[in-house]
């Protein structure tokens, strides 16, 4: 996320500047691409790399609680940017018609989180789950 996160950021005003000069561009989907490839490859190298930097980091009674959980949070991680990069474009456009969604997609989330706790790693799932279907659900917006 923090790789990837002021992609949104730079392209938010740059969409707002476009819009006011009714520019056609296709910075979104270059931001959105480039955005879920960052966030891919960090997802996939904190999976690879993290029994390695785990252990040095904490100890031996937390190692195995880290590592089973940590691919299921790089995983949710990256649904969650590329849906941030498509609500700053929305928001940029002065799509406001998304609040209600987003207002909707956090009390789904607390019911859904009240509901699927037994472990970590489901709430993790439930929460890369709901970011995905609303990552999806923004580019159809």
């Known amino acids: 996320m923090w790789l990837v996160g002021p992609l949104a950021s730079v392209m938010f005003p740059r969409i707002v500047h476009s819009k006011a000069k009714s520019e056609k561009t ?17 997802a996939v190298g904190l999976t690879v790399l993290g029994p390695f930097i785990v252990p ?10 880290a590592l089973r959980v940590l691919p299921w949070y790089a995983g949710a991680m990256v649904p969650l940017a590329v849906a ?4 700053s474009n ?35 799932q439930t929460l890369g789950g709901g970011e995905f279907t609303f990552a999806a659900d923004l580019r159809l917006v």
Do not use: E, W
């Not at 941030?84 to 609500?87: E, M, P």
């Not at 609040?99 to 993790?124: D, E, I, K, N, Q």
């Open 56 to 65: 040095l980091v904490y100890g031996k009674d937390f190692v195995p609680d």
């Open 90 to 124: 929305l928001l940029a456009k002065s799509s406001f018609k998304v609040v209600a969604p987003v207002c909707l997609l956090a009390a789904t989330y607390g019911f859904a989180l009240t509901r699927l706790h037994s472990t970590p790693v489901m709430v993790l």
């Open 26 to 42: 296709n910075l979104v989907t270059l931001v959105v691409i480039g955005t879920a490839l960052l966030a891919g490859l960090g």
């Open 84 to 87: 941030n990069v498509l609500l």
